[in-house]
């Protein structure tokens, strides 16, 4: 564990972004370093898991809200809007993470393997709990880590180590919730369909009949299932999506208010600063000003301490994608923290 550790802090001490989350060149796989409590962290979950390694984080979806600690990990087993708040960090003690983005391929593939038990019904599926992290997670997220020291390696392991983390969790206590996600006919399935139409389409207007068309079901029972599971309506999902998307141009790629409001859709950025306050509690520029100014603070708090390191300097490849392209983030993959233009982070 204290490897793992030492790993993610040496990772992120050179490609976190202000929020202390770091993207990788390994499909999936993202980090965490806080060295303070953090305020609200807004982003949309795709389904992972992520490895609590030290410190604590308060999660809220809809009306539910859970702490998980150190030891723990947290299973997400639906695309839903979270708000995160890193409760417990220091200097010598900073909040640690490792998200993974489950493949529904693999989970697929592994269930009909495995055989049973058999799926629960959806309308009981949780979507957001805690596990215990087993030694086996952990070895799995260690070898992961192992191949950002050896980039040329991991288009070739990180698909077996993939699909070793994804057995340990068929295996684990929460096994029909995982073959209920996995399944194309269940309702977790069907709505799943409709929301990667929202996700590549959030800019547009998307009718919920061409949504609800998608997942099989009728207007009113997309409508009824759709906000079991996410805790929002389709139209509230997608604004979600634009507004998280916007506070990510603006903070980590400079753009005004007015750009930011444009590119993800809005027609009147007067709505848009409405809508966006009300989300985040201050309007946008003011917002923005307070985000860089906390992250200019974690920098300099940085600067002051040693650096613990994997190896030499210099010697972590940075986030390119195997064909050595820089990696554009994914604003929808911020695992257990609000996106940051990567693929979710912890």
């Known amino acids: 564990m204290d490897s793992l550790k030492q790993a993610v802090r040496a990772y992120t001490s050179r490609h976190a972004n202000r929020r202390g989350m770091a993207l990788t060149p390994v499909p999936g796989l993202r980090m965490m370093c806080l060295e303070a409590p953090s305020g609200e962290l807004h982003s949309v979950y795709k389904p992972l898991i992520c490895l609590v390694l030290q410190g604590a984080k308060r999660l809220i979806v809809g009306k539910e809200e859970r702490l ?127 929301i990667a139409i929202l996700r590549a389409e959030y800019r547009s207007r998307v009718p919920v009949e061409r949504l609800a068309a998608k997942a099989g079901m009728s207007p009113s029972s997309f409508h009824k299932h759709f906000k079991h599971m996410t805790s929002l309506t389709p139209g509230q999902y997608q604004k979600r999506l634009r507004l998280v998307e916007a506070r990510r141009l603006m903070l980590d790629e400079g753009s005004s208010a007015t750009n930011a409001a444009f590119e993800v859709g809005y027609e009147s950025v007067s709505q848009f600063n409405r809508e966006y306050r009300r989300l985040f509690q201050a309007p946008p520029k003011r917002d923005v000003l307070n985000a860089i100014r906390t992250g200019k603070q974690r920098e300099g708090e940085i600067s002051q301490l040693p650096s613990p390191r994997l190896h030499d300097p210099g010697t972590i490849p940075p986030a390119l994608d195997y064909q050595g392209r820089t990696a554009v983030p994914d604003v929808w993959a911020a695992p257990c923290s609000e996106p940051s233009g990567g693929r979710r982070g912890p």
Not at 94 to 103: G, H, N, Q, R, S
Not at 112 to 123: E, F, V, Y
Not at 131 to 148: Q, V
């Open 68 to 194: 998980f600690s150190a030891g723990q990990s947290v299973l997400v087993s639906a695309d839903m809007p979270v708000i995160g708040r890193v409760v417990q960090a220091s200097q010598s003690e900073p909040y640690l993470a490792i998200a993974v983005e489950l493949e529904m391929s693999i989970l697929r593939e592994l269930t009909a393997h495995l055989g049973s038990p058999h799926p629960r019904p959806s309308s009981e599926m949780p979507t957001l709990f805690a596990i215990d992290t087993e030694a086996a997670l952990l070895d799995c997220a260690s070898r992961l880590m192992r191949l950002l020291d050896r980039p040329e390696a991991a288009p070739l392991l990180s698909p077996g180590i993939m699909r070793e983390l994804h057995y340990w969790l068929l295996s684990g206590p929460h096994s029909s919730v995982l073959q209920t996600l996995a399944d194309p006919d269940s309702h977790a399935g069907r709505l799943a369909a409709a």
